[in-house]
């Protein structure tokens, strides 16, 4: 048979038999200064506790995640004034699941989106593009000269006439492909940010703006009001459909992933907590682990 290693160690079982000139500098400074290091510690835990609570905060930046060593990213900062709208934005693209966008209920779904976006704080409102945008125009050559407009027409009011001017300004224009998908089932909202809210000069909180973005567009429109019935990135099955991409899109749904987290770390304290008590049946030894 095998020599069975056993423990040199002895155990014991009495404090007043424990040598405690035993082991080396750092053990002796925690076992002989016990009380003395438990109060340290839990003075520490607690001051750091506050910290996290009070002055921790997510503070997500689209400057900071991009490469800013970069030399096209460098002329981009060195002329952000002038490039206003390409730096952080949103695209919001609505889709018409059972017909094309020149549906006048597309167009007047599609029209509430931009006045919901229009009015965010934090949109950078000079710069935004869609449809409903007087700033997205046509323009072409004639005899008299140049001659254009808004695409969509000033006296719009979803008759067969407006219809067929607005499809005539979209081909003037150039923007299928772009604002307006090639097989006219789909628009895009382009949707610049800014660094800062107008009205309180704070950062934008990604996250509420992302929780805008759902309940306000997503739950109204695409589950028709329902927020209850559908899960977080599931699709509904309606008329119009809702798709969004952007960094603060991203950034909220990361934070939404990290609130999650974190609330399960907690189910996991506790169930640990609980699953040692009911070994050690000891309130003392159970808070020591």
């Not at 949103?90 to 006048?104: A, L, Y």
């Not at 067969?160 to 299928?176: H, M």
């Not at 429109?221 to 952007?246: C, L, N, P, Q």
Request: proline residues 4%; contains cysteine; charged residues 20%.
């Amino acid at each position: 048979m095998g020599n069975i290693k056993q423990d040199t160690m002895p155990v014991i079982r009495d404090l007043r038999d424990f040598d405690r000139c035993s082991g080396n500098r750092l053990e002796r400074l925690v076992f002989n200064y016990r009380p003395l290091f438990m109060v340290l510690m839990t003075l520490v835990t607690l001051v750091l506790g506050y910290m996290a609570v009070t002055r921790l905060e997510l503070r997500p930046s689209f400057e900071k995640m991009i490469p800013q060593s970069q030399p096209y990213i460098k002329n981009f900062l060195e002329n952000r004034q002038s490039l206003r709208g390409l730096g952080n934005s949103v695209r919001v693209v609505v889709e018409n699941t059972q017909g094309d966008i020149f549906d006048p209920h597309y167009l007047e779904v599609l029209k509430q989106v931009n006045d919901q976006l229009f009015l965010t704080e934090g949109v950078d409102r000079a710069w935004m593009k869609s449809l409903w945008s007087p700033g997205v125009r046509w323009t072409e050559v004639t005899v008299q000269g140049f001659q254009g407009g808004p695409v969509m027409p000033d006296t719009y009011k979803g008759s067969p006439s407006d219809i067929e001017q607005l499809r005539q300004n979209i081909s003037r224009a150039g923007i299928v492909g772009s604002l307006v998908a090639s097989d006219f089932k789909s628009t895009m909202l382009i949707v610049p940010l800014l660094d800062k809210a107008t009205a309180t000069g704070q950062r934008i909180d990604y996250h509420a703006f992302s929780q805008m973005l759902e309940t306000q567009l997503r739950d109204k429109i695409e589950f028709a009001g329902d927020s209850a019935t559908h899960k977080a990135g599931e699709e509904g099955k309606g008329h119009y459909k809702i798709r969004v991409i952007g960094f603060a899109k991203l950034m909220g749904d990361l934070i939404d992933g990290l609130i999650q987290v974190m609330m399960f770390f907690g189910l996991a304290v506790v169930t640990s907590l609980l699953i040692i008590y009911c070994y050690t049946r000891c309130v003392r030894s159970t808070l020591l682990v």
